[in-house]
C-alpha cells in the first residue's frame, strides 16, 4: 500500500567559512533521489541580501519556498527602513521564519553567511525549526559529517563558553579558506554519493561578491 510522504531528501551539501573581513560560502550542485542524479547543475546558494548568502540543502521544494518566503519579507524591510536587511538581522529573520513553521518544518538544513554591522564575516548554522548559533564555520547536508572533522582540525574555533568572549572568526586568509572548502570538498566527494559533479564557491568581502566553480567527481 502507497504511503504519502511530504518529505524527501535531495542531497547535497553546504559549507560556510568566516574570517576577519571575508566569509566564503560553497555548496555542490548535485540534485539527486536515492540513486538517481535529477540533475547536475542546480545551485544551492542564494543572495539575500548584498552581503548576505544562504546555503541550504534538504527537500528542494521546500527549500524554493523558504527562499521566496525570506526573499518577500527582505523586500518589504527594504520598503519600509529604504535600506537593505544585515546579515545578522536576516539570520534572526531565518530563525522566526523555520520556527513558526515548527509543527510541519521546512526540509532544510541551512547555513547563513556574510558580513556584519562591523564588516566581519559571520556564519550563522540552523536546524530544522529555527534553533541557531554564530560560528567561525559550518557544514550542513548529506556530507556534513565527512567535512566537520577536518574543519574542527584545521580551524578551531573558540568555545562559546570562554570568558571574555572572542570572535567566531577563523584565522585563515581568504585564499586559504577557499582553497581549505576545495579540500574538504574534494574528499567528502570520494565517500558520499549524494554530494559531487560541481562545487559552487561564494566569497563575500568588503568588495562585494564573487563567485566561482571548480569540477568534482561526477560518479
Known amino acids: 500500500m502507497a504511503r504519502f510522504d511530504p518529505y524527501e531528501n535531495n542531497g547535497g551539501t553546504c559549507v560556510a567559512v568566516a574570517g576577519a573581513d571575508y566569509c566564503v560560502v560553497a555548496a555542490d550542485t548535485r540534485l539527486s533521489v536515492g540513486y538517481s542524479i535529477l540533475t547536475r547543475d542546480h545551485s544551492k546558494i542564494a543572495q539575500l541580501a548584498d552581503k ?26 527594504e520598503h519600509n527602513h529604504s535600506k537593505k536587511m544585515s546579515c545578522p538581522a536576516m539570520a534572526q529573520l531565518l530563525s522566526n521564519t523555520l520556527y513558526y513553521k515548527r509543527f510541519f518544518p521546512y526540509y532544510a538544513f541551512n547555513v547563513l553567511g556574510g558580513l556584519d554591522n562591523q564588516g566581519k564575516g559571520c556564519v550563522f548554522s540552523y536546524d530544522a525549526v ?8 559550518s557544514a550542513q547536508g548529506t556530507g556534513a559529517a565527512l567535512m566537520m572533522p577536518v574543519l574542527d582540525n584545521q580551524l578551531r574555533s573558540p568555545s562559546p563558553l570562554l570568558l571574555p568572549a572572542r570572535d567566531a572568526v577563523t584565522p585563515l586568509s581568504e585564499s586559504e579558506a577557499v582553497d581549505l572548502v576545495k579540500d574538504v570538498f574534494a574528499s567528502a566527494t570520494e565517500r558520499d554519493i549524494y554530494t559531487g559533479d560541481r562545487l559552487e564557491i561564494v566569497v563575500i568581502n568588503s568588495s562585494g561578491t564573487r563567485r566561482e566553480y571548480i569540477e568534482l567527481r561526477k560518479d
Open 52 to 77: 548576505c548568502v544562504l546555503a541550504s540543502s534538504g527537500f528542494q521544494g521546500d527549500i524554493k519556498a523558504l527562499q521566496k518566503n525570506l526573499a518577500a519579507k527582505e523586500l518589504v524591510y
Open 130 to 137: 529555527g534553533s541557531y548559533e554564530r560560528t567561525g564555520y
